[in-house]
């Protein structure tokens, strides 16, 4: 049976007018959910707002249902003067105001500047599983793939007003927070969740959702959630990396089942690889984690696709995938298209672009 897929997506919220941040996330959160159905939620920072479309096994009819949620965002911020940006990090100002929540006031007494200047913007896809047990198999078999799958999501290189020289800064801010990143191999639900019990016990998160692993276990639905994605500029990217991230998942249920062992990847080289996909996203070189070493951007993709065919053909989704990354990489991801705006317009121009883009 196929597996159902969802996305939730963060955006940023500027000014209309002036190149600055705008304070109001819970506003236009209040005016989307009064205009009409779906799931819109505030975040840590009042800069942002938050959609989630509900799950869906035609990847088809999630494209069409994110379109309309970002659609619905965008005017409900449109209606109080504010654009809507789907961008890793925030090309402007970096002042930034923590939502009045209890929660997130006491993230913020916790983890200090790490949690009052945090201001990043991801893509999370939640694919189905059967189990627990399934799912931290599949946790322990997608791990050598994730860093490829964030390159082609790089939509960050710009941090207030300043060229980071990254892809995706947004993965270098958001490791910083102490749950974050890779992890090693669980190998059981007892070891994964004892791993998250130790964390809460540890001070390195308060809460279960503070678990912010590179793919975890959701803690409120029965999903695998990868989160290593920026946030992507342009609204037809999600989709196809969501049915990327489905296949992976799949694939690696399949191995599972089978018997196949985990791949021996080590902790030391998984960092090296996230920081490869956050530096240079697909312009350059990434790590391949079969071969464990250094090949084009596109060979490993390539040889991503080959690796999960099976599961592509299955859903009905290997043509959409594989144009949707030929479109990718011809076009280049949200990177390329915020550092050709800056060096035609300036900061400015990258907002406009980003913006333009983000509702298609």
Request: charged share 25%; hydrophobic share 45%.
């Amino acid at each position: 049976m196929t597996r159902t897929v969802g996305i939730e997506e963060e955006y940023l919220l500027v000014q209309g007018t002036s190149p600055f941040l705008a304070a109001v996330g819970e506003q236009v959160v209040a005016v989307a959910i009064e205009n009409g159905e779906g799931q819109f939620e505030h975040e840590l920072k009042q800069e942002q707002a938050e959609i989630g479309t509900a799950p869906h096994r035609d990847i088809r009819a999630l494209a069409e249902e994110l379109r309309a949620r970002r659609t619905a965002l965008a005017r409900a911020a449109d209606s109080l003067g504010v654009r809507l940006l789907a961008s890793g990090t925030s090309p402007l100002d970096e002042q930034t105001s923590t939502t009045i929540d209890r929660r997130y006031e006491r993230m913020s007494d916790v983890y200090g500047r790490l949690a009052k200047m945090q201001l990043t913007c991801g893509l999370h896809v939640h694919v189905a599983i059967g189990s627990q047990a399934e799912g931290v198999a599949v946790l322990d078999r997608i791990r050598g793939w994730l860093p490829v799958v964030a390159a082609l999501s790089s939509n960050s290189p710009f941090f207030a007003g300043q060229e980071t020289e990254y892809a995706s800064y947004r993965s270098v801010l958001w490791g910083q927070w102490p749950t974050a990143g890779a992890t090693d191999p669980f190998g059981t639900v007892e070891a994964y969740e004892q791993a998250r019990a130790d964390l809460i016990t540890a001070g390195a998160a308060l809460d279960e959702g503070m678990i912010y692993f590179d793919a975890r276990l959701s803690a409120r639905y029965p999903t695998v959630e990868v989160r290593v994605c920026d946030v992507c500029a342009d609204v037809a990217d999600a989709p196809v990396l969501a049915a990327l991230i489905r296949a992976l998942v799949s694939t690696a249920a399949t191995q599972a089942a089978a018997g196949a062992p985990v791949p021996p990847i080590r902790g030391e080289l998984m960092r090296a690889a996230k920081w490869r996909a956050a530096r240079f996203g697909i312009e350059g070189e990434l790590v391949d984690p079969i071969e464990r070493r250094l090949l084009p951007a596109g060979e490993i993709i390539d040889g991503m696709l080959e690796a999960v065919a099976p599961a592509l053909r299955e859903t009905g989704d290997e043509a959409f995938v594989r144009d949707g990354l030929e479109r990718i990489r011809d076009q280049g991801t949200g990177a390329r298209l915020q550092r050709e705006a800056y060096a035609a317009h300036g900061i400015t121009g990258v907002v406009d672009a980003i913006a333009e883009r983000t509702v298609g």
